[in-house]
């Protein structure tokens, strides 16, 4: 079974520009989350998705939006990006709304 | 305001010793808890868990205890291996208000001398 596959894994964008992330759940999953990893933070929460609706969002600015599919694939968008936007940004995905979260690798972004 | 707490960034211990990694949460709706473990460049993999009915939970190495009056839980690897090394997240949700987001700790560096 494959696992969760995120896209791209790296990127480098300059102050100002807009991203796009991308994640595949676990096949039959239709939970999705996005985390935010930095040195010293931790994973902070970004947002979950469950069937398409939005179920719960982190303390993020506008700027970070998302939205997920019919077929259960997410997407992730920063837009204006700023320096302090460089992290890991990992996506998560579980067969229902509770339970573990399985991760993928996740995209290494740099903001420059 | 941080709600699951990881006080100790790092840990090291001697193969075949037993690690123990600590958390700390605030929020006493908090009745499902988790560890994962990081490598570098990967995605963290899941660990362990326990319910709040539960005091503790054994998988192999692994096993967490929890105390719930004290707010505290524990992961005890036993022996611990070199490559157990790694960052160690805790992770907590409250599943009674339908709000079953995991909220993580900043983790904790385990390194696990030969």
């Known amino acids: 079974k494959a696992g969760v596959t995120q896209t791209p894994r790296y990127l480098i964008k300059t102050r100002g520009q807009q991203v796009t992330l991308s994640c595949s759940p676990i096949s039959g999953h239709r939970s999705v989350s996005w985390y935010q990893q930095t040195p010293g933070q931790g994973l902070q929460f970004l947002f979950e998705y469950f069937s398409e609706t939005q179920r719960n969002k982190g303390n993020f600015p506008g700027r970070f939006s998302g939205r997920q599919f019919s077929n259960s694939r997410s997407e992730m968008n920063v837009s204006t990006l700023e320096l302090g936007d460089s992290a890991l940004y990992l996506c998560a995905s579980r067969p229902t709304e509770a339970g573990e979260l399985f991760f993928g690798e996740g995209s290494r972004l740099t903001v420059l | 305001d941080q709600q699951v707490k990881q006080n100790s960034p790092s840990l090291s211990v001697q193969e075949g010793r037993i690690s123990i990694l600590n958390c700390d949460y605030t929020?006493?709706?908090?009745?499902?808890f988790l560890w994962y473990k990081k490598y570098p460049a990967e995605g963290p993999t899941f660990l362990i868990s326990?319910?709040?009915?539960?005091d503790k939970n054994e998988d192999g190495r692994f096993t967490v205890f929890l105390n719930k009056s004290a707010k505290h839980l524990s992961l005890h690897i036993v022996p611990s291996q070199p490559g157990d090394s790694a960052v160690y997240f805790c992770a907590a949700s409250d599943s009674g208000g339908s709000n079953y987001k995991l909220t993580f700790g900043k983790g904790t560096l385990l390194t696990v001398n030969p």
């Open positions: 929020n006493s709706m908090f009745d499902y």
């Open positions: 326990i319910s709040s009915i539960k």
